[in-house]
């Protein structure tokens, strides 16, 4: 949800599964460290699981903001720990024996909460103009897709003025000698990009469209874990 990923509820109950199997390194004997490398290697588990592998940057997104979002749980949970199992005076928290966490808590804590906010932030300029996006195509198939909103795709079929989507995805087959040819441009190339129609799109389970006109790109693009370029004209509607 923080990274608008669009993923179905198979792979977020795989992933999940995977977790909730890593219970049985309780019953193993295990050093500190073997553990916390068994840790890591279920969490990328976990991920590929859920969000597959498009690009090392695409992971080490859902990497890191795993990570954030556990610390910070597991921070809060640690919190409500010291405050119903300690007993203390004043400051200074007793469990058999003197305690400094809650000094340390409010140490650390600020700076915790500094760099979660400004991530917050950069989340939130960064991934405000991702979308999901579900493709309805002729043969029945139903492609789930990371859209990204570009105000700079002005890219319209030349004959009826029909705004195009941009789409990277292997399972995505045009019959190219039905394709609609429409020419493109850009700072590095010029050329023809092959368009279908597709009975339906859907942008974030709301807005709806018939009959769009959908471009398939044969290279990916240069945003980490987008598979469609979405055009302004739809979401201005």
Not at 34 to 51: A, D, E, P
Not at 109 to 118: A, D, F, M, T
Not at 165 to 182: A, G, I, R, W
Not at 187 to 197: E, S
Request: charged share 15%; net charge positive; with cysteine.
């Amino acid at each position: 949800m923080i990274l608008k990923r669009n993923v179905s509820l198979k792979r977020i109950i795989g992933g999940s599964t995977i977790g909730a199997l890593s219970i049985f390194f309780l019953f193993l004997k295990l050093n500190s460290i073997t553990l916390f490398l068994l840790k890591v290697i279920v969490s990328i588990l976990m991920l590929l699981c859920t969000f597959s592998y498009k690009s090392i940057r695409y992971f080490m997104q859902n990497f890191l903001y795993l990570y954030m979002s556990s610390i910070l749980l597991g921070g809060f949970l640690y919190f409500l720990n010291v405050q119903f199992s300690y007993k203390n005076e004043g400051l200074v928290f007793f469990h058999d024996g003197l305690s400094i966490n809650f000094i340390l808590l409010l140490i650390f804590g600020p700076v915790i909460l500094y760099i979660y906010i400004r991530q917050c932030r950069s989340m939130k300029n960064r991934y405000s103009n991702y979308h999901k996006v579900t493709l309805y195509l002729e043969d029945g198939t139903i492609l789930k897709l990371n859209g990204y909103l570009d105000t700079g795709n002005q890219l319209y079929d030349p004959y009826s003025k029909r705004p195009v989507v941009l789409v990277y995805s292997k399972q995505l087959s045009f019959d190219y000698e039905n394709s609609l040819l429409v020419p493109f441009t850009t700072l590095q190339q010029k050329g023809l990009i092959a368009c279908q129609k597709v009975p339906k799109m859907v942008v974030d389970d709301s807005k709806e469209w018939v009959n769009v006109l959908v471009g398939k790109s044969k290279q990916p693009f240069q945003i980490d874990g987008i598979d469609c370029i979405l055009h302004s004209e739809y979401m201005e509607e």
